[in-house]
């Protein structure tokens, strides 16, 4: 790829990334009164968040079945209140596990 081409596409990339964050700014220009909407904005980052997260959980360990131990453990451990590092050691203990156990299986 020559300089000239990473440059121009480097500039596409930048205006349409600012495009997308600009608009919603200069298209409401009074604060959001509806509830419905007001609700409906204030959860999306957490489902986009879900939604990129989740088939991650799933497919970073050699099997689905431990990545969904691992996430099946970590809710348990959040909805009980335990700290994050708990949750986040927990569960990669569990992960580890059932790879052990599925390895000594196959």
């Known amino acids: 790829m020559e300089l000239k081409d990473f440059f121009i596409y480097l500039a596409i990339m930048a205006g349409s990334t600012y495009l997308i964050r600009a608009i919603p700014f200069a298209a409401v220009k009074n604060k959001i009164e509806n509830k419905y909407i007001s609700s409906f904005l204030y959860y999306i980052p957490y489902t986009v968040l879900a939604a990129m997260t989740f088939p991650a959980v799933l497919y970073a360990t050699d099997y689905i079945v431990s990545g969904m131990a691992g996430f099946i453990v970590a809710v348990f451990c959040a909805y009980r209140g335990f700290s994050l590092t708990k949750v986040a050691v ?17």
Not at 90 to 106: D, G, P
């Open 90 to 106: 927990i569960a990669c203990v569990s992960v580890y596990l059932t790879e052990l156990i599925i390895s000594h299986i196959m």
